[in-house]
């Protein structure tokens, strides 16, 4: 797939596996984070106000940009 400058240099997806990508504050103070995981990219979610960490989903596209994020960049 052909990406755009946008999805290109997008700040919010192209991180190392280590780092946080997009971060979101809840309206309840709770923090979601993009990771990376050898088997793909999660939004983890962290209840900030007692550090724990709440649950993750999988994620395919990022939220951001729209990139796929489970494809080879060319
Ligand atoms: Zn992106």
Redesign the pocket.
Known sequence: MKLTEK?KD?????FEQGEL??ELTTHDGNKANLFKNPDGYYLGVWNTHHHKFIEEINIDY??????PLNEEEE
């Open positions: 999805q997008c700040f919010y997806c192209h990508g997009l990022c939220p951001k940009c729209g990139r």
